[in-house]
């Protein structure tokens, strides 16, 4: 299986909305040319995950594809997770950027049980779209929960319920909506299992209609 192409690198990220929480390497100040070389670095990779997939891009090929040394790739990212968290940001940004200030219902201006509805939808299909570069870069356990795309979801999820009134705890239950969008799960559900997406776009709504019933 093989990635889609990744949104344009831009060499200063937009500003996020007011309730985003910083993605990857957001906020983070870099010289002009530094700049420049992170942008040629995720060019190449982007280019290899689109062509291989994410599963076989090495750290040595996006070094031989941009032609830096293999030292220069560690340097930027620190390993290959932190390189497919890197080239995830962009895609990640996008989704972020339609839930938090896009148009309704997945954006601001329709009831928030609507808007949970809509995000679980969006999120399905953004996983699907991005499947393989999102489980290489979850490989690493540690940082599959810490990741700051993970907490603007998280922190999204708990806002809706407590604006659509569920009581309780809010943050526990905002965690077991996300495990029904978790990466392993949607590939297993949809690659080895055959699952249509229609039902597991389904199937969220549904969930979602029984956490928020009154």
Sequence with gaps: ?????????????????????PMADSGRQERADAARNRIRLLEAASRLVAEQGAEHVTMEAVA????????????????RVGLMFALLDHAERAHQE?????????????????RLEAFGVATLRHLTRYIDLYLAAEDCPTR?????AR????????????????TGDVEL??????????T???????????????????????????????
Excluded: C, I, Q
């Design 1 to 21: 299986m093989t990635t889609p192409p990744l949104p344009p690198m831009a060499a200063s990220p937009p500003t996020p909305p007011a309730r985003a929480l």
């Design 64 to 79: 031989a594809a941009a032609s830096v040394g293999k030292g220069t790739v560690f340097r930027r990212f620190g390993d």
């Design 98 to 114: 339609a839930f938090l200030s896009g148009p309704a219902p997945l954006g601001p201006g329709a009831p928030a049980v609507e």
């Design 144 to 148: 599959r929960y810490t990741a700051p």
């Design 151 to 166: 907490a603007v979801r998280l922190t999204h999820v708990a806002v809706l319920l407590r604006e659509s009134g569920v």
């Design 173 to 182: 239950l905002a965690e077991a909506l996300l495990g029904y969008l978790d």
């Design 184 to 214: 392993a799960l949607v590939n297993y559900l949809r690659n080895e299992r055959r699952l249509p997406a229609e039902r597991l776009e389904a199937g969220w709504r549904d969930l979602v209609a029984r956490v928020t019933r009154p």
